[in-house]
């Protein structure tokens, strides 16, 4: 189901599925800090200094802790006496690798901004674990950097609400706050007249949750007492709004199918899932199927069942979170599921937002706007990938979490959810382009999509100018002693390569995500091309030589073919993902036919290697050259 129509003018009227891909506590300079035209490291100046809570400066910076050892340890990997700026944590300890946790919490982080002078991200960090804040990874030439480098970077992207994963992912979904009035006395926070924090709580005095809760509704960690518990909110979320309109929409989990079977992975995050706090989505009521698995998310790429609006939260393993999850791994999974869905039906239409909740402690230099009582917290990174995205650009445009409420308020004509988002900068407003009728968004220099009409006078030209036996001098002349059996596979091989080239033809008449994925369609180009040159080439002049090229040729495009496939999202997955792939891969769009693309792709390759066969047979029936 989609929304209201809009102009068709607007870039954002053909986007009808958005994807929005949640990861955690990374700020914008501990990752791309040093991506080339962003506001980043280099343009710190003043904002580098760190003073101790007292005001004086640090010296060096504080050990870096290993948090995952209970109490936190020294992490060796890092020296500690640091100078205070910030430094390649890669020098210390790779990407695929554990870090410590430097943490970050609703008064801690405002404490860290102090006023927007940004200098006391090492005296406030949560888990005492300052040496690490200062740290960055240069994610440039990462999975999702060289995502950033090709489609939209936003480089002035906030996340909503001071503190950590509990409160924005709230901010995510209803740009508010939840309230517990009446909290247990052990979890409020107590503030001096002055507002200083005098004991940490997960509850603000006047009864609002800013950290870390569970909700009475389940799942939630066992163990814990009920009076504890957040009891169920009631404020309207962009999942009311989305269902009020008829839009479709779901929430996916990673682990959701084991947490709510009674079986959660252990780094299953329940604090992850807002919808579990409202009413509107217990167990038992209608909206509860809004609630589903990632994997669910990955079916629906197959199935043509996408909902409109998809929100993808990533299991512990995978979302990047320092301490217990590796960046790496968590990067290249987002890229994973990018990958699915630009190898889906739904890719020509759609727009993905890789975003992070929070800065998870990690300094960044900009100054935060003071917004409310709320927020903005500390700047995060944001990617914006479409077919209609602006290639290579980096958006400098204000935006933080509500921007995402705002985008989609916008597509589908929704009231906005509080003042925030009703204030908020649309997140696509700076970073689509119309795309021409029919086409996609230039990419990298490509300038359209190659009708597959014009592709034919490829083959065409080649073949014209193989030499013919008409105009061979009369000195060569066809060696009459050559066996028939030569002839005749000469013939075979050069119609199985055009055969092969028809079906190559097909697969680009019948993909039209082709049209947005510029590389696949210069080497589909390419091998239709070299198809049809090999098979003029073995029919007019059979040798020893042009059978070996025929054979090498096949071989290299089986090779290349089967590359492509394993390059596929799927294939990680299983072998029977695999197989699908080659039956029904994703390169194909709604208005193809079903399993056309794939279908031929195994034509293609069955037809290959009876061509290694039959050139390599026929070498040994030469008796000599074909021409004397």
């Not at 300038?447 to 592709?455: F, L, M, R, T």
């Amino acid at each position: 189901m989609v929304g209201p129509a809009y102009a068709t003018a607007s870039p954002l009227s053909q986007i009808n599925h958005i994807v929005v891909i949640y990861q955690e506590n990374w700020s914008f300079d501990s990752l791309y800090g040093k991506f080339p035209g962003a506001n980043g490291i280099a343009n710190a100046g003043n904002n580098v200094i760190q003073l101790d809570r007292q005001g004086r400066p640090y010296a060096t910076l504080p050990q870096a802790l290993n948090t995952n050892l209970k109490p936190a340890q020294p992490d060796k990997r890092f020296p500690n006496d640091l100078p205070v700026q910030p430094f390649d944590l890669g020098q210390y300890a790779s990407a695929d690798q554990k870090i410590g946790d430097p943490g970050v919490g609703f008064y801690q982080e405002q404490y860290q901004i102090d006023g927007g002078r940004m200098d006391k991200f090492v005296a406030w960090s949560q888990n005492n674990n300052g040496g690490l804040t200062m740290g960055y990874y240069d994610a440039t030439n990462g999975p999702e950097g060289t995502l950033a480098q090709q489609y939209v970077l936003d480089d002035n992207f906030f996340h909503a609400a001071y503190g950590g994963s509990f409160l924005n992912a709230q901010w995510l979904i209803c740009a508010c706050t939840p309230v517990w009035l009446n909290a247990p006395t052990s979890m409020v926070a107590q503030l001096a007249p002055n507002g200083t924090l005098l004991k940490d709580g997960a509850v603000t005095p006047d009864g609002y949750a800013v950290n870390t809760v569970y909700s009475i509704d389940t799942p939630h960690p066992t163990g814990i007492n009920a009076t504890h518990l957040l009891s169920l909110q009631t404020n309207p979320t962009i999942g009311d709004r989305l269902t009020q309109a008829n839009v479709s929409w779901a929430w996916y989990a990673g682990g959701w199918n084991n947490a709510t079977s009674g079986n959660p992975d252990k780094l299953f995050q329940y604090h992850h899932q807002p919808y579990v706090y409202y009413a509107n989505y217990a167990v038992g009521t209608s909206g509860r199927t809004h609630l589903k698995d990632e994997q669910d998310f990955l079916a629906a790429l197959q199935s043509n069942n996408l909902p409109s609006v998809s929100f993808v939260k990533p299991i512990g393993e995978e979302n990047e979170h320092p301490g217990y999850a590796s960046l790496q791994a968590g990067q290249q999974h987002v890229a994973d599921l990018v990958n699915a869905v630009m190898h889906s039906q739904y890719w020509s239409n759609s727009l993905i937002i890789i975003t992070y909740d929070e800065n998870g402690g990690f300094w960044d230099h900009v100054s935060p706007p003071k917004l409310d009582r709320w927020g903005d917290g500390t700047r995060v990174p944001a990617i914006v990938i479409s077919p209609f995205a602006k290639q290579g650009f980096i958006d400098h445009t204000q935006y933080d979490t509500t921007s995402i409420l705002k985008l989609i308020e916008t597509r589908y004509n929704l009231q906005p959810l509080s003042n925030r988002d009703a204030q908020a900068n649309d997140l696509a407003a700076n970073c689509l382009t119309p795309a021409a009728p029919g086409g996609g968004p230039d990419a990298g220099g490509y300038n359209g999509y190659s009708a597959p009409g014009s592709i034919g006078l490829i083959p065409l030209l080649l073949f014209a100018t193989l030499p013919s036996t008409e105009l061979l001098p009369t000195t060569r002349r066809r060696n009459t002693e050559q066996p028939t059996k030569f002839h005749n596979a000469s013939k075979i091989v050069a119609g199985l390569l055009a055969v092969t080239g028809l079906l190559g033809t097909t697969i680009l008449a019948f993909d039209h995500v082709l049209k947005y994925a510029p590389l696949h369609t210069y080497a589909l180009i390419a091998f239709i091309a070299i198809d049809f040159a090999m098979a003029g080439l073995t029919f007019r002049m059979p040798s020893k030589t042009t059978f070996t090229a025929a054979a090498t040729w096949s071989t290299l495009r089986i090779l290349l073919q089967f590359g492509d496939i394993f390059t596929g999202p799927q294939f990680h997955s299983s072998y029977v993902a695999f197989a699908n792939f080659l039956f029904n891969p994703t390169l194909t769009t709604s208005g193809n036919l079903p399993g056309v693309p794939g279908a031929l792709i195994d034509l293609i390759v069955l037809t290959q290697a009876i061509v290694i066969g039959i050139a390599w047979k026929a070498r040994s029936l030469s008796t000599g050259m074909l021409y004397q």
